[in-house]
């Protein structure tokens, strides 16, 4: 059984190779099977640039063959786009897939009819063109299917890729994408006897499936050959429920420079960072000529936190090289802000978790939950009642206040828009809105585990001109789909 599961994974890794799915600059070998392989880093998507300047990127959804994975321009997963700040991009997003999907931008700060959201649904064979400017800080993104009610089966499958924003007036980091600017998209899937991904319990269960065999950039426990003494990692849990304490087995140290929403005012050195599904963390490892390090995810001492990330895996293997090109000092000083504590008088919000239900409601797309005015800094507080969950707003970037009255360690106190929030905890964020108001195209807020997100723990709130809000209509029309 274990020697047909890794046949399987260099069967999956083989397909990510012969369709182009993720190939490395190194030109990986295929993986001999039994051994792990290299880490596979997703090519870079390459914009046509149209009239006007803009970057167009096509992105095609499609089947992925015998072992049941789905992913964007290849087998699994998809490629990496890369923009700049005040670059205009449009997406040629097309559905070759048997069912209808969509694409949603997590992390960019863009009109809600843009979003792909479950309202921007994309027809088997239909081609969705979102278009927008690029105007955030320098961050890791990532985009992924966010239908109603099917939003796990179709990121299991493999449907994801990141999103990296360039700012060209930030600070001086690692950023040469493959060789010191790595991704590292961390996902559990298992895969039955015959090799084929085992999607039985996607769909059931508290947390839906939890699978047994952790990858990284689509293979199990690859190898990177590191050539710089310092790398950065951006690590994305694109995992439908797990939960990971990313570290390495030596308790080594390393910097924190960025969250979901960009960087934080100045590194923070810790020797593990917990992301849970959606949220992204860019560290900067140092290594010395000739190491080994094992980079790993172990599972909290005390288990009272919560039941999605007891369980200890390997992750990556780095092998540095005997001499390693030096890099430049990691600045001081980054381009985040500090956080602003809210003024008095700030509005709150609050939303209340229980199993599946948000305020004791189940997701409604003709129902619009919250109306807020353009550009609010707003207080939301987040009280759960039951098991481990976490929440998500799209479209801003907010701060963590406090965890059940306790200030967020260091690292997190930069901006995200994803939040884990462990039992019966209370969370308070600061969530500062953008400016697109559009009353009838709604954004989402939700648990970010995905088999709750499909089971209805999800809203919707649309941004609106300020001094509009009470004449906006809190119902949308049924089967209203902006495509
Ligand atoms: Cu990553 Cu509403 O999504
Ligand atoms: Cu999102
Ligand atoms: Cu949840």
């Known amino acids: ?128 063109t979102p278009e927008w400017t690029v105007d955030q800080p320098a961050t890791t993104a990532w985009f992924h299917p966010h239908l109603h009610e099917k939003t796990a089966m179709h990121v299991y499958r493999g449907l994801a890729g990141l999103f990296l924003v360039d700012d060209p007036h930030g600070p001086h980091l690692p950023a040469e994408y493959g060789v010191d600017d790595i991704p590292l998209i961390i996902q559990d899937r ?9 999607t039985g319990r996607v769909d059931g269960g508290t ?21 710089t003494g310092l790398v950065r990692f951006r690590l994305l849990n694109a995992s439908n429920a797990r939960v990971y304490r990313v ?67 390997t992750l990556l293997r780095l092998e540095a090289a005997a001499e390693l090109k030096r890099s430049p000092a990691l600045p001081a000083h980054l381009d985040g802000a500090a956080t602003a504590a809210p003024p008095a008088g700030t509005r709150v919000r609050r939303f209340v978790l229980t199993g599946s239900e948000i305020n004791d409601k189940d997701m409604d797309l003709t129902r619009i939950d919250e109306v807020v005015p353009a550009g609010a800094l707003e207080i939301w507080e987040i009280d759960n009642t039951t098991f481990a969950h976490n929440f998500h707003i799209h479209e801003v970037a907010f701060r963590i206040l406090d965890i059940n009255g306790t200030p967020p360690p260091a690292w997190q106190a930069g901006p995200k828009d994803t ?33 709750h997100e499909d089971k209805g723990m999800m809203g919707q709130f649309v941004i609106v001109e300020p001094g509009t809000e009470a004449s906006v209509p809190r119902t949308l029309p049924a089967g209203h789909h902006h495509t």
């Open 247 to 313: 570290g390495f087995t030596d308790g080594r140290r390393f910097d924190v420079i960025g969250t979901d929403g960009g960087h934080l005012a100045h590194p923070v050195p810790v020797d593990r960072v917990k992301i849970s599904p959606g949220e992204r963390a860019e560290i900067v490892v140092r290594f010395t000529p000739g190491e080994t390090a094992i980079m790993d995810s172990r599972g909290e001492d005390s288990k009272s936190a919560n039941d999605i990330e007891e369980e200890d895996f």
């Open 190 to 198: 298992t895969f039955d006897d015959d090799g084929e991904l085992s």
């Open 1 to 128: 059984m274990e020697r047909r599961r890794v046949l399987s994974l260099a069967v999956l890794a083989g397909f990510g190779l012969t369709a182009g799915a993720c190939s490395s600059p190194s030109a990986p070998k295929p993986a001999p099977s039994g051994s792990a392989g290299r880490l596979r880093i997703p090519p870079l998507a390459e914009p046509e640039i149209e009239a006007g300047g803009v970057k167009r990127y096509a992105l095609t959804l499609q089947t992925g063959g015998s072992t049941g994975t789905w992913g964007i321009n290849g087998a699994y997963l998809g490629p990496t786009v890369r923009a700049t700040r005040g670059d205009r991009v449009r997406m040629h997003v097309t559905n070759r897939l048997p069912e209808a999907t969509t694409l949603h931008w997590h992390g960019m700060h863009l009109p809600a009819r843009m979003d792909g959201g479950p309202h921007q649904m994309i027809e088997p064979g239909a081609t969705w």
């Open 207 to 227: 947390y839906g499936l939890l699978g047994d065999t952790v990858l990284v950039n689509g293979a199990r426990q690859p190898a990177f050959a590191v050539r």
């Open 419 to 451: 939040v884990f929030i462990p039992k019966k905890a209370k969370v308070r964020l600061a969530v500062q809105f953008g400016r697109y108001a559009d009353p009838a195209s709604p954004y989402m807020y939700h648990c970010h585990i995905l088999r």
